[in-house]
């Protein structure tokens, strides 16, 4: 595979349930991003990683809680999710922190009950 | 906050027409990208702009940076229905790997 790979796609969870996105990018970058997109409104940058090291926290609640095993892989886990945090978790990744330009995954459409 | 306001929020044309979106913000620009993300997927770099007043082409598509650099705008000429999706303007900030993102303008093209 190429690119940066999101998986799942589509996930439906309880606000009880605790579930995990994956992303994995195949073009040797070594900073990852975590996005959130809500309908009409702009993307919101979650995490960045670094190296493998969480250089930015955008105020994101606890209940959000990344992982960076290596350079290659990102995850999200989640849990105790409010409704309000359905939307599209998009992954991205660049060359390095001081790369503008960004890479995106398809994202994860994510609809908690 | 400075925003990055972008407009039309929501474009419906029909194959061939012309279109144009814009960006605005009342902060200056150290440079501006615009992204298309189609149905489905994730948004897709199409043109970085840096120098005020710089016009970039690609093939149907023609990106213009104000002299200003507050603003920006997208020209599509003769439109088809494979350019249906979201606009994304993005401005690169001082904070290393944070780009700030306008709301998108939403394109429809029907045959």
């Known amino acids: 595979e190429t690119g940066v790979t999101q998986t799942p796609r589509h996930l439906v969870m309880g606000m009880t349930n605790k579930k995990s996105l994956k992303c994995e990018q195949h073009?040797?970058?070594?900073?990852m991003y975590w996005y959130k997109q809500s309908a009409k409104k702009p993307l919101e940058l979650m995490f960045v990683?670094?190296?493998?090291?969480?250089?930015e926290n955008n105020s994101v609640p606890s209940r959000f809680s990344p992982e960076c095993p290596n350079s290659s892989h990102l995850f999200l886990h989640l849990h105790t999710l409010q409704p309000e945090d359905s939307a599209l978790y998009l992954c991205?990744?660049?060359?390095?922190?001081?790369?503008?330009?960004?890479?995106f995954g398809p994202g994860t459409r994510l609809t908690v009950l | 906050t400075q925003l990055l306001e972008q407009s039309p929020q929501f474009l419906s044309i029909q194959e061939g027409e012309n279109l144009t979106v814009y960006c605005n913000s009342s902060?200056?620009?150290?440079?501006l990208q615009w992204y298309r993300q189609e149905p489905g997927e994730g948004p897709v770099l199409l043109v970085t702009?840096?120098?005020?007043?710089e016009v970039k082409k690609l093939k149907r598509l023609t990106f213009q940076f104000g002299d200003a650099r507050k603003d920006s705008s997208l020209h599509i000429t003769a439109a088809q229905p494979g350019d249906t999706g979201l606009y994304l303007c993005?401005?690169?900030?001082?904070?290393?790997?944070?780009?700030?993102f306008g709301a998108g303008t939403q394109v429809v093209v029907t045959p």
């Open positions: 902060s200056v620009f150290s440079s």
């Open positions: 702009v840096v120098t005020g007043g």
């Open positions: 990683y670094n190296f493998k090291e969480q250089t």
């Open positions: 991205a990744s660049s060359q390095d922190r001081e790369t503008d330009t960004q890479y």
């Open positions: 993005v401005r690169t900030t001082d904070s290393w790997g944070k780009l700030q």
């Open positions: 073009l040797g970058h070594n900073a």
